[in-house]
């Protein structure tokens, strides 16, 4: 994500309500997104195209493909459209047709949608299941119009047929569910270009389809970047203390109970309908009167004093303490803080040492790790080290869900960290981690 949450103060009884970071609950598509809305009866009724016209979106981009694809939708063409075409395990085909009602003069018939001429053709990319390409006529490679079908299957012949059909973007997430839905309806043959024309409910001729057994596109729209739909979660680890909870707006709404006092902490998960891709972020709730309480960005971002006992050979292969002695059992990292390693008793025993590019690596340009030892030899003794998460790369290392920590003289005592607010990861078991080489 972008950017992080502050951490906030409120005082007993007190309540606020912040806005999200920008891009919180974006997808991680590329290239524009394109929401289909359908009348499906049987599940999801939408599913989300990512279009590639844009660095990343795929290996060959089809720019002047997708801007004749969106002028259709800008249009609003396809809204209203049908699939007119169903030929399973192979395509499920629209744009060509609006659905008609059964008054209208040609006789319930399927109407042409208005086109804006043809677009060169652009192969490359591969029709691979969920991919969507145009639709053409045969023997004419730059004959592509408004038509366009969906790939239900790998259908790599389509690569090289009538000089390669242009795949110009792909379904998203579970929408191929929704697609797979779609294309299961029942298929009926009127002949000329309805000859394999889906429907929900079987007809006794033409003119007797109702306008909604058609499988009909509803609603075509392009998605802003910025604003893209998502469902948000957020949870309060202590209800008791504070209550958390979404507003219709999307925003969070906090609410610190009357005479409450400690510190809370909120997470906040946002996942994509577009994609199912999550972001999630969590901050911390300090709730009080005394002055102790409201403190200051600066003070609560002081340095923690980490104690580390002498060390084990078997698992978890360290104990952790706090500057007061007190035993720090769920520990984990706060990527908006510093933390001071130092040895427990001046322990000279295993030497040890933190870092985020495994045993006895430097570490990334994500953390900075300032003071005594060095990555292939530890702190021992009264030797101390002091390790933060550079600001600019905290969300990013929070993707990485966790700080390993090791002895530098054996491999095998190898554990980590989680990070507060970050990915969930197995932690504190070696036998979990990625694979590490022996060097004892």
């Not at 970047?225 to 969070?252: G, H, M, N, Y």
Request: charged fraction near 25%.
């Amino acid at each position: 994500m972008a950017s992080n949450f502050d951490d906030i103060t409120l005082k007993p009884s007190g309540k606020t309500t912040l806005k999200l970071p920008k891009k919180f609950g974006a997808s991680e598509a590329k290239g524009t997104v394109v929401e289909m809305q359908t009348n499906n009866p049987i599940g999801e009724k939408s599913f989300f195209i990512e279009l590639f016209d844009k660095k990343g979106s795929a290996e060959r981009l089809t720019k002047a493909t997708v801007k004749n694809f969106l002028k259709y939708v800008q249009s609003d063409l396809y809204s209203g459209s049908i699939f007119h075409r169903s030929v399973p395990e192979f395509v499920l085909q629209g744009g060509g047709f609006s659905a008609p009602l059964v008054s209208s003069a040609n006789g319930g018939m399927p109407a042409a949608i208005n086109n804006f001429g043809t677009v060169d053709n652009q192969p490359g990319n591969s029709n691979l299941k969920g991919t969507i390409a145009m639709a053409k006529i045969g023997g004419q490679p730059d004959s592509a119009t408004n038509q366009w079908f969906i790939n239900l299957n790998d259908n790599p012949d389509l690569d090289s047929q009538n000089d390669g059909f242009t795949v110009f973007g792909k379904v998203l997430g579970s929408g191929m569910d929704t697609v797979e839905q779609l294309s299961s309806a029942d298929i009926f043959n009127f002949g000329g270009v309805v000859s394999q024309l889906p429907l929900w409910n079987p007809p006794g001729s033409v003119v007797d389809v109702q306008p909604d057994d058609y499988l009909t596109i509803d609603v075509a729209r392009q998605l802003s970047a910025k604003k893209q739909p998502f469902t948000l979660f957020v949870e309060s680890s202590d209800d008791d203390l504070l209550k958390a909870s979404v507003t219709k707006k999307q925003r969070i709404k906090l609410k610190a109970s009357s005479g409450a006092s400690g510190e809370v902490e909120v997470n906040v998960r946002s996942v994509s309908l577009v994609d199912g891709s999550e972001n999630e972020e969590s901050f911390d709730v300090l709730i009080g009167e005394a002055p102790s309480m409201r403190l200051s960005e600066k003070s609560r971002r002081k340095v923690v004093d980490v104690l580390v006992d002498g060390g084990s050979l078997d698992s978890p292969f360290y104990r952790f303490y706090d500057g007061d002695g007190n035993e720090l059992e769920k520990f984990k990292i706060n990527v908006k803080k510093s933390y001071r390693f130092k040895r427990l008793d001046d322990a000279e025993t295993h030497p040890f040492y933190v870092g985020d590019s495994g045993f006895n690596q430097p570490s990334s340009k994500f953390v900075k790790i300032k003071g005594d030892g060095v990555f292939d030899g530890g702190i021992i003794d009264s030797e101390s080290f002091t390790f933060s998460v550079k600001k600019k790369h905290r969300s990013t290392f929070k993707q990485v869900g966790r700080l390993d920590f090791f002895c530098t003289s054996h491999s095998t005592m190898y554990g980590s960290f989680p990070i507060k607010g970050g990915q969930s990861q197995d932690t504190l078991d070696p036998q979990l981690q990625d694979p590490i080489v022996p060097m004892d």
